[in-house]
């Protein structure tokens, strides 16, 4: 189980997370979305370990891992995705998957694992994570290498940022299967409909503050504007919805 | 091998490691500033020079993908080797030749080889060169290589150089020098780690004569603690022709590292193309590899052996 404490992060007298109080059960599917700004992201770094909050606590199954580097959280099983894929020169695809595997994998191993990520593996085994991959293409594989660690739980940032339409129908399979294999909790942020509504649970973010966390039933209509629509008039005065 | 001592073996087997000793092919083994072993085969045949020290290593042509190795040890310390080795690769030959340079220097004064090495190859000749140095030894006195390549390539011809430097030589600078003619092509990829105080300069000089004439230059390199390394290049353009070069360098600690740049385009058609950079390791790089659970030690030393592998 996950818990945040009275989060606060400020930076350049923006305060970016303001007092966030949070507790997440395991086992559950949790899109955090929100317009942009609101601080989702920070707020995902912060867990990892990738941005240190002002004051506040962060606390993973009853211990406190404020003060553990992002190495240590991701040994105590915690995951993370980066919205914008980390690019290398001279480290593979297959040596980032061996890297993220902590055990021997083989070639075969390494193929069923893109795969699943919809690449066509033996293209991509030996090629270097580097600017000669579409940004799709290290969406994948950035995707690969945080669905393989299995973590207890796993942080999606963004993943839709930077994608074509057609790799992204294929994304929402690979949550879906996400969802279905591993287990432990997996947090998305995400603004996408179609994440949003696989969720156990959604957060609404806004202004560096939770708004509301609900059920996709009681939240997406909110989230995607489609509550309190605004009424058009008709000239005359009759109103239409 | 009967002549070679333990260290020999080691050293022999720092240049040319994925051999595991085992020469196939054609070999001459050097040490100390002498031949002690040879071996030709029907292909290729390795003739002592005359005037100078060095061989003359004949490729016949249509040979298909044989091996020359063509390995240097030094032992002794103070020596100062030089030897010149020039390489004739006939019509359509194809061959792998592997040079390298081990020196054990276990005392007070400089250990120092200079290997001139030449390739001509003919039309349609493709080689592939594996060139890896490297020095180790307690004492004080330095480790010193400056190896020279001239390579000269005729129509239809290709040439690989992959030169590796990753430890215990102190000082070296490295001369590279292309001329080509009609559809060749040269790639050269380099990769140096230099350690404490030592000092690598590397100088490329590319000619590009021939219509579609390209070649393609890679340098990779770490300079950490008070090291200092320098790239220079100088690709010319004297034709419908096409260069690329990229030097790429990772700074650790107080090291250094100077690149300068020259690409000179004397036809409309040339197109050449240089890039350059230097930088420290992204943070970016470090936190990917930690948030999969290696420690920022390990994340560094992942993200340097991926780049010089």
Known sequence: MLELQDICFTRENKKILNHIDLRLEDNQFIVITGPNGSGKSTLAKVIMGIEKQDSGQVILDGQYISNKSIDERANLGMSFAFQQPVKFKGITVYDLLKISAKKKINRKEACDILAKVGLCAKEYLDREVNNSLSGGELKRIEIATVALRKAKLTIFDEPEAGIDLWSFQNLIKVFEDIRKEIPGTTIIISHQERILNIADKIILMKEGKIKKIGSKEELLPEVLGKKNKPKCCKLGGDTLE | ?309
């Open chain 2, 1 to 309: 091998m009967s002549n070679l001592e333990q260290v020999d073996e080691k050293l022999l087997s720092e240049v040319s490691d994925s051999l595991e000793n085992t020469f196939k092919g054609a070999y001459n083994i050097r040490k100390n500033g002498k031949g002690i072993e040879r071996k030709i085969t029907e292909n290729i045949n390795i003739v002592t020079k005359k005037d100078v020290s060095g061989i003359d290593i004949y490729i016949k042509e249509n040979t298909n993908w044989e091996f020359v190795h063509i390995p240097v040890i030094i032992t002794q310390s103070g020596l100062k080797d030089v030897v010149y080795n020039d390489f004739y690769v006939g019509k359509n030959a194809k061959v792998i030749i592997i040079a390298g340079c081990g020196i054990h220097n276990e005392c007070s004064s400089d250990s120092e080889h200079n290997g001139v090495h030449r390739f001509f190859l003919e039309e349609g000749a493709y080689v592939k060169y594996y060139e890896k140095h490297y020095g180790e030894g307690d004492g004080t006195g330095k480790r010193i290589l400056n190896p020279v390549t001239e390579v000269h390539l005729k129509d239809g011809a290709t040439m690989e150089m992959d030169s590796v430097q990753i430890k215990g030589v102190d000082s070296t600078e490295r001369i590279t020098r292309g001329v080509l003619e009609d559809n060749t092509n040269f790639v050269v990829t380099e990769k140096i780690m230099t350690h404490g105080e030592q000092f690598a300069k590397t100088n490329f000089e590319v000619e590009l004569n021939g219509e579609n004439a390209s070649t393609h230059v890679t340098s990779r390199s770490v300079a950490t603690q008070n090291s200092v390394q320098e790239f220079k290049s100088n690709v010319i353009g004297n034709a419908k022709c096409f260069g690329h070069v990229e030097c790429d360098a990772i700074l650790k600690d107080s090291g250094k590292v100077i690149a300068i740049p020259k690409i000179i385009a004397n036809s409309v058609e040339a197109n050449l193309i240089h890039e350059a950079a230097i930088g420290k390791i992204a943070g970016e790089q470090l936190i990917k590899l930690m948030t999969l659970g290696l420690t920022e030690k390990e994340a560094e030393e992942q993200v340097i052996n991926g780049f010089l592998k």
